[in-house]
């Protein structure tokens, strides 16, 4: 889940933050103070102050892209070209692309030269189109808008959750759509996994703040569901107050891990339903959690941070080791992430572009190579989530959501198309 404010503040290094978190040395605290001194650095026109903010900002994040092109016009801004075109390159090199660079204000004194102009070349190769994914399955209900998907083997059927229509959708062959669950409090509905063996269905809606049609009363609350696979009948309600509970995995035990995009909390439920309680596990390292990747067993999940990258987190201890990018792969904005043992597939909708992606591993937690598997297609749209059905793993591309401003509402004109569930063979990546 990483939208409205988790997005806003996510995207906008270049703006203050203003959100709480639990203790001063969490990463959450330490994202937001950075932001409101960068901004307030940008405020008294302090370009020093507000390049030694940015790097800090850059470290924080483990170099991500934007946090990469802040420091780019944060030297350049000095007038310091070398080093802005150095930052503007390794930014190229990781795959990424700002097609607003040229015109950016911060650039005036770098624009005209030639070095410039190759990195501009080379952000636009980035965002030429790929896709390696074989045939959709085109949804019938064009504003439906899924965020989450998970599959039923026995039904041969998806289970989708809908944000806007606020409800859970089984879709059968062909498209056929059927009403599993609607919202008991009228939220939108965001993470869902099915416990094939306990026939039990875990799904979360959230009360996101600002949203339009959620009550302001009602902001900043979520809830942990318990459904029946059978028939969607409302098993158990738990609720954790001043959360946004987004994001959800299984581990192999069937305990549910879900993760606060808005808080940064990790937390774990007891398989089955069988505790009221949710029980937070993380130490305070992540900004932005979102869909959780179980690695095999009960002890370890990778945690893709839609700031500061993937971490794979002991959900015994709390400690988190995060994964080596090297400063070559942009590795922010990653809202779906699947482990398979050819590695993580990432739906990186926070990338510049936007792109399904392969990281793959070594001992060391260092990605020595990645796959774009799709980018800029004609069919992907904005992606959400992802599920794998046996060898191949089934996306949602083309949601919806880049057709909401961040308070919810649609935007004007907007074009709605159904959405899609795309698939490729993990054998051929």
Same mark, same amino acid.
């Given at each position: 889940?990483?939208?409205?404010?988790?997005?806003?503040?996510?995207?906008?290094?270049?703006?203050?933050?203003?959100?709480?978190?639990?203790?001063?040395?969490?990463?959450?605290?330490?994202?937001?103070?950075?932001?409101?001194?960068?901004?307030?650095?940008?405020?008294?026109?302090?370009?020093?102050?507000?390049?030694?903010?940015?790097?800090?900002?850059?470290?924080?994040?483990?170099?991500?892209?934007?946090?990469?092109?802040?420091?780019?016009?944060?030297?350049?801004?000095?007038?310091?070209?070398?080093?802005?075109?150095?930052?503007?390159?390794?930014?190229?090199?990781?795959?990424?692309?700002?097609?607003?660079?040229?015109?950016?204000?911060?650039?005036?004194?770098?624009?005209?030269?030639?070095?410039?102009?190759?990195?501009?070349?080379?952000?636009?190769?980035?965002?030429?189109?790929?896709?390696?994914?074989?045939?959709?399955?085109?949804?019938?209900?064009?504003?439906?808008?899924?965020?989450?998907?998970?599959?039923?083997?026995?039904?041969?059927?998806?289970?989708?959750?809908?944000?806007?229509?606020?409800? !859970?959708? @089984?879709?059968? #062959? /062909?498209? *056929?759509?059927?009403?599993?669950? =609607?919202?008991?409090? +009228?939220?939108? &509905?965001?993470?869902?996994?099915?416990?094939?063996?306990?026939?039990?269905?875990?799904?979360?809606?959230?009360?996101?703040?600002?949203?339009?049609?959620?009550?302001?009363?009602?902001?900043?609350?979520?809830?942990?569901?318990?459904?029946?696979?059978?028939?969607?009948?409302?098993?158990?309600?738990?609720?954790?107050?001043?959360?946004?509970?987004?994001?959800?995995?299984?581990?192999?035990?069937?305990?549910?891990?879900?993760?606060?995009?808005?808080?940064?909390? !990790?937390? @774990?439920?007891? #398989? /089955?339903? *069988?505790?009221?309680?949710?029980? =937070?596990?993380?130490? +305070?390292?992540? &900004?932005?959690?979102?869909?959780?990747?179980?690695?095999?067993?009960?002890?370890?999940?990778?945690?893709?941070?839609?700031?500061?990258?993937?971490?794979?987190?002991?959900?015994?201890?709390?400690?988190?080791?995060?994964?080596?990018?090297?400063?070559?792969?942009?590795?922010?904005?990653?809202?779906?992430?699947?482990?398979?043992?050819?590695?993580?597939?990432?739906?990186?909708?926070?990338?510049?572009?936007?792109?399904?992606?392969?990281?793959?591993?070594?001992?060391?937690?260092?990605?020595?190579?990645?796959?774009?598997?799709?980018?800029?297609?004609?069919?992907?749209?904005?992606?959400?989530?992802?599920?794998?059905?046996?060898?191949?793993?089934?996306?949602?591309?083309?949601?919806?959501?880049?057709?909401?401003?961040?308070?919810?509402?649609?935007?004007?004109?907007?074009?709605?198309?159904?959405?899609?569930?795309?698939?490729?063979?993990?054998?051929?990546?």
């Amino acid at each position: 889940m990483r939208r409205s404010a988790v997005r806003l503040a996510f995207a906008l290094l270049l703006a203050a933050g203003a959100a709480a978190a639990r203790a001063a040395t969490d990463a959450h605290t330490r994202f937001t103070q950075l932001l409101a001194q960068a901004e307030a650095a940008r405020h008294r026109g302090d370009n020093q102050s507000l390049l030694a903010t940015s790097l800090q900002l850059a470290t924080l994040l483990h170099h991500s892209g934007p946090a990469t092109e802040q420091v780019a016009m944060a030297y350049a801004k000095l007038g310091e070209r070398r080093q802005a075109l150095d930052w503007l390159r390794a930014l190229a090199a990781m795959g990424q692309s700002d097609e607003a660079a040229p015109g950016r204000p911060q650039f005036t004194g770098i624009r005209s030269l030639p070095q410039f102009q190759r990195i501009v070349t080379a952000m636009r190769g980035n965002a030429t189109p790929v896709d390696k994914a074989g045939g959709a399955l085109r949804l019938r209900d064009a504003r439906l808008l899924p965020e989450d998907i998970d599959y039923d083997p026995a039904t041969r059927s998806y289970l989708l959750t809908s944000v806007l229509e606020k409800k !859970i959708v @089984r879709i059968g #062959a /062909g498209g *056929t759509q059927k009403v599993f669950f =609607r919202s008991p409090d +009228g939220w939108p &509905i965001m993470a869902l996994k099915i416990d094939s063996r306990r026939q039990i269905v875990w799904a979360t809606e959230v009360a996101i703040s600002g949203f339009a049609g959620v009550p302001r009363k009602e902001w900043g609350r979520s809830v942990l569901l318990c459904l029946r696979l059978q028939d969607g009948i409302l098993l158990h309600r738990i609720e954790v107050p001043r959360t946004s509970l987004g994001d959800m995995a299984l581990l192999p035990s069937g305990d549910a891990i879900v993760s606060d995009g808005d808080n940064g909390g !990790i937390y @774990r439920a007891r #398989a /089955g339903c *069988t505790d009221s309680n949710l029980r =937070r596990i993380d130490s +305070g390292q992540f &900004i932005s959690p979102q869909t959780p990747a179980p690695e095999g067993d009960d002890r370890h999940v990778f945690v893709p941070d839609y700031a500061r990258g993937i971490a794979l987190l002991d959900v015994r201890t709390g400690q988190a080791r995060w994964l080596d990018a090297g400063r070559r792969h942009a590795m922010q904005g990653i809202d779906g992430l699947y482990f398979t043992d050819k590695g993580l597939l990432c739906v990186q909708n926070g990338a510049m572009p936007e792109r399904l992606v392969l990281f793959e591993l070594n001992d060391k937690l260092q990605i020595t190579r990645e796959r774009i598997i799709d980018r800029s297609s004609p069919t992907l749209g904005d992606p959400t989530h992802g599920v794998v059905v046996g060898g191949e793993f089934h996306y949602i591309a083309n949601s919806g959501w880049n057709w909401l401003g961040d308070n919810g509402r649609i935007k004007p004109g907007a074009g709605f198309t159904p959405a899609r569930i795309k698939r490729v063979a993990i054998s051929d990546l």
